[in-house]
């Protein structure tokens, strides 16, 4: 059975409130049956160096990806992966990780491509729960199997293909990478490895809004008025729009989706993984370079 | 001449990983992570001196200092959040500081392929192990002029 939402004044504002706790709700959670907390990083090791208590480990690069094909697992896959985590169709599964819950965001997408129903995210992410000086262990949790069913992943409304970003051309679209990234000036992330993009530039059309606006000094979102201000204030988005944000290999651009799919409650966000790792080397698809869109 | 044999200090660690089942290289990787020798303080105050490596996913600064004999010192600096990182600049130390120049020249860029980490770690993230190394190589270069 799910468990109650987090009932903090800062989160009521948002259009869908149960999909953040707090750090102070979680620690009181812990205990509860029926949650599950699970780790997602960059960094493959730090879940390691110690995590939550009782939390499972979650690899975005080793465990949610198709070894072979560049995609997801597949229902098989993601049914026999929850499994091994101990995680039931109607476990409360609550993310968090390290960069601002880039990770956790991503692993929260692809949780939603399968429909698991009550999957939240902790804010402020890994970075608050330490900064509080809240308990970290190295044990490793002992949690039973469980069954999770076989159910198919669904992408066709949260997630976007090249070539309906193609026909999505004239439409609203966010590019979440840094300026440099967006202009063509850089090919990668500031200090990133460039991760094999032959052009630099944008999708044309696309708006340019950092991930990392959406994000305070101590990794938790901005509240829902100043997310207004940033998004339709400045990038001209109106919450009837439908909706394709991208980034490099879409997991910065997860972050922007649950901005705007959960806290802002726009209905129609897709995000488009193959990113610009895809788009820049794509043959035969038109790019822009420079500042405008 | 084509580099394509590792010292017996590498071997040894590419040893100690291959010998080991998967689980247990992810633990290893972890204690090389923690055994990274702290910086000098001619560093550690200075870290301007020191080369930024942007392939690591996390910041990881190095330096390396040949000296009059012909072997070199390396040196490196990554923030404990980011345990991969400091694992396989921890390997690269272990394996290669101190030896003899030449020594480190003729490691073969793609050894870190050798460790069976590969599909634990990701492709991805194991290039920033190439990347210290050829930048290692670099800098020898450089200074040896």
């Given at each position: 059975?799910?468990?109650?939402?987090?009932?903090?004044?800062?989160?009521?504002?948002?259009?869908?409130?149960?999909?953040?706790?707090?750090?102070?709700?979680?620690?009181?959670?812990?205990?509860?049956?029926?949650?599950?907390?699970?780790?997602?990083?960059?960094?493959?090791?730090?879940?390691?160096?110690?995590?939550?208590?009782?939390?499972?480990?979650?690899?975005?690069?080793?465990?949610?990806?198709?070894?072979?094909?560049?995609?997801?697992?597949?229902?098989?896959?993601?049914?026999?992966?929850?499994?091994?985590?101990?995680?039931?169709?109607?476990?409360?599964?609550?993310?968090?990780?390290?960069?601002?819950?880039?990770?956790?965001?991503?692993?929260?997408?692809?949780?939603?491509?399968?429909?698991?129903?009550?999957?939240?995210?902790?804010?402020?992410?890994?970075?608050?729960?330490?900064?509080?000086?809240?308990?970290?262990?190295?044990?490793?949790?002992?949690?039973?199997?469980?069954?999770?069913?076989?159910?198919?992943?669904?992408?066709?409304?949260?997630?976007?293909?090249?070539?309906?970003?193609?026909?999505?051309?004239?439409?609203p679209l966010i590019d979440v990478r840094s300026p440099g990234e967006y202009?063509?000036?850089?090919?990668?992330?500031?200090?990133?490895?460039?991760?094999?993009?032959?052009?630099?530039?944008?999708?044309?059309?696309?708006?340019?809004?950092?991930?990392?606006?959406?994000?305070?000094?101590?990794?938790?979102?901005?509240?829902?008025?100043?997310?207004?201000?940033?998004?339709?204030?400045?990038?001209?988005?109106?919450?009837?729009?439908?909706?394709?944000?991208?980034?490099?290999?879409?997991?910065?651009?997860?972050?922007?989706?649950?901005?705007?799919?959960?806290?802002?409650?726009?209905?129609?966000?897709?995000?488009?993984?193959?990113?610009?790792?895809?788009?820049?080397?794509?043959?035969?698809?038109?790019?822009?370079?420079?500042?405008?869109? | 001449?084509?580099?394509?044999?590792?010292?017996?200090?590498?071997?040894?660690?590419?040893?100690?990983?291959?010998?080991?089942?998967?689980?247990?290289?992810?633990?290893?990787?972890?204690?090389?992570?923690?055994?990274?020798?702290?910086?000098?303080?001619?560093?550690?105050?200075?870290?301007?001196?020191?080369?930024?490596?942007?392939?690591?996913?996390?910041?990881?600064?190095?330096?390396?200092?040949?000296?009059?004999?012909?072997?070199?010192?390396?040196?490196?600096?990554?923030?404990?959040?980011?345990?991969?990182?400091?694992?396989?600049?921890?390997?690269?130390?272990?394996?290669?500081?101190?030896?003899?120049?030449?020594?480190?020249?003729?490691?073969?860029g793609e050894f870190s392929s050798q460790l069976g980490l590969t599909g634990?770690?990701?492709?991805?993230?194991?290039?920033?192990?190439?990347?210290?190394?050829?930048?290692?190589?670099?800098?020898?270069?450089?200074?040896?002029?």
């Open positions: 059975m799910a468990l109650p939402q987090d009932p903090a004044p800062r989160f009521q504002d948002y259009a869908r409130p149960e999909k953040l706790v707090s750090t102070g709700w979680l620690a009181e959670h812990l205990e509860d049956p029926g949650l599950v907390v699970a780790e997602s990083d960059e960094d493959v090791l730090l879940y390691d160096t110690g995590h939550i208590p009782g939390a499972v480990k979650l690899d975005w690069h080793t465990e949610l990806n198709d070894p072979v094909t560049r995609d997801y697992v597949d229902g098989a896959g993601f049914a026999r992966l929850m499994s091994e985590k101990g995680i039931s169709r109607d476990t409360t599964l609550v993310l968090y990780g390290d960069r601002n819950n880039w990770w956790a965001a991503y692993a929260l997408w692809v949780c939603t491509l399968f429909g698991h129903p009550d999957v939240r995210l902790l804010d402020g992410g890994r970075a608050k729960w330490g900064a509080e000086g809240r308990p970290l262990t190295t044990d490793l949790p002992q949690r039973p199997r469980s069954d999770y069913p076989v159910v198919d992943r669904d992408d066709s409304q949260l997630r976007a293909f090249r070539d309906q970003v193609r026909s999505h051309l004239g439409k202009t063509g000036e850089l090919l990668h992330m500031p200090d990133y490895p460039q991760e094999g993009a032959v052009r630099g530039g944008h999708i044309p059309g696309a708006r340019n809004v950092p991930w990392s606006r959406a994000a305070a000094e101590d990794a938790t979102f901005r509240p829902r008025s100043e997310l207004t201000g940033i998004y339709e204030g400045e990038a001209g988005l109106r919450p009837d729009d439908d909706v394709v944000v991208y980034c490099r290999i879409g997991e910065r651009s997860s972050h922007t989706w649950f901005v705007l799919h959960y806290l802002l409650g726009y209905p129609q966000v897709r995000n488009y993984d193959g990113s610009w790792t895809e788009w820049g080397n794509s043959v035969g698809v038109p790019i822009t370079q420079g500042e405008k869109p | 001449m084509t580099a394509t044999t590792l010292g017996p200090r590498l071997q040894e660690v590419v040893d100690d990983f291959t010998g080991v089942g998967e689980q247990d290289r992810l633990a290893l990787l972890l204690e090389f992570s923690a055994g990274l020798p702290p910086l000098p303080a001619r560093y550690a105050e200075h870290r301007d001196r020191m080369e930024p490596v942007p392939e690591c996913q996390s910041p990881l600064f190095l330096a390396v200092e040949v000296a009059a004999d012909g072997t070199a010192h390396l040196f490196f600096d990554a923030p404990p959040e980011a345990p991969t990182t400091r694992g396989f600049a921890s390997i690269l130390q272990a394996g290669l500081d101190g030896l003899p120049a030449d020594d480190i020249l003729a490691t073969p634990l770690v990701s492709p991805l993230r194991l290039r920033g192990m190439a990347a210290m190394l050829a930048r290692i190589k670099r800098q020898i270069r450089d200074q040896r002029g």
